[in-house]
């Protein structure tokens, strides 16, 4: 039975994660987090968790304390304006790790930073925090750590089928939540995989179904139509008239 600590557990990829860790027997799971009600009550109550802020290093290491490994999927949603949380984060995890003797470390980054990828404009303030959190990781030869490195992340189930490689990915340019949650959970708990990848950025590309993904075109077709629609009434004036 392995210890793990979650940070960033009510995020896209980190309630993935929580929902697979915590159906999981060969894992203990805590998580560290600031909005308990995201997570669903059936994971809820498999559970344990620790409310903070991950910008607090005490409470951070605090939690850290006694756990066998940590799985980071901290993260801004969809907040591009610039930040520190993910490095100064990853900092405060790392601080407590050493305090307390645990050594292993999986983490979420982007696939803009393997190697020969260059980041959106739009994304390049995210994309910055995630490189200051790789370069400080990067001079952290004491700590196993392993980056997963997904390009666009879809909330879709596992596939079965997702690849990872080292420095690349290796296909399509999107990765499941539960894909990247179980190959993070994959570096938890296997130890040849966590030696073989260990400080290593890892690219992770998903392969859906043809039925996936023709849901997924649906929802998009949806949405546009949506949007269409509102556009049109609007242009007419036809909302005007209801909300002046
Ligand atoms: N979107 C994409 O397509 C994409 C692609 C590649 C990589 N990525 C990267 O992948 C990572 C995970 O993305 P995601 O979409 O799964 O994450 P997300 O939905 O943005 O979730 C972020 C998580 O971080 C937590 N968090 C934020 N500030 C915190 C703080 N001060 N203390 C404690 N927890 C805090 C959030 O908690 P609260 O619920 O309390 O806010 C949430 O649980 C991100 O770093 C993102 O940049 C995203």
Not at 148 to 163: C, E, F, G, L, W
Request: hydrophobic share 40%; proline share 4%.
């Amino acid at each position: 039975m392995k210890k793990l600590v979650v940070f960033g557990g009510t995020g896209r990829t980190g309630l993935a994660v929580l929902t697979r860790a915590s159906q999981d027997p060969e894992l203990q799971v805590t998580a560290y987090l600031r909005k308990p009600e995201k997570v669903p009550v059936n994971v809820r109550s498999k559970i344990k968790i620790v409310l903070g802020n991950v910008l607090d290093a005490d409470q951070v290491a605090n939690v850290i304390e006694g756990q066998d490994a940590v799985i980071s999927c901290l993260g801004k949603g969809f907040n591009i304006c610039p930040t520190t949380l993910i490095s100064e984060g990853v900092k405060n995890i790392v601080q407590g790790m050493r305090e307390h003797g645990v050594k292993r470390i999986v983490l979420v980054g982007v696939a803009f930073l393997l190697p020969g990828r260059k980041t959106m404009f739009i994304l390049k303030e995210i994309t910055a925090d995630h490189e200051r959190a790789l370069n400080y990781l990067k001079k952290c030869k004491d700590i196993d750590w392993i980056m997963s490195m997904p390009p666009q992340i879809i909330d879709a189930p596992y596939t079965d089928t997702y690849k990872v490689a080292i420095n690349k990915l290796c296909g399509s340019k999107k990765a499941t939540t539960h894909d990247i949650a179980h190959w993070m959970l994959t570096c938890v708990k296997d130890e040849e995989v966590a030696k073989e990848y260990k400080h290593q950025l890892v690219g992770i590309s998903s392969f859906l179904s043809f039925k996936q993904g023709l849901t997924r075109l649906k929802i998009g077709y949806y949405g546009l139509f949506a949007f269409a629609l509102v556009g049109t009434l609007w242009y007419s004036g036809w909302l005007k008239n209801i909300f002046p």
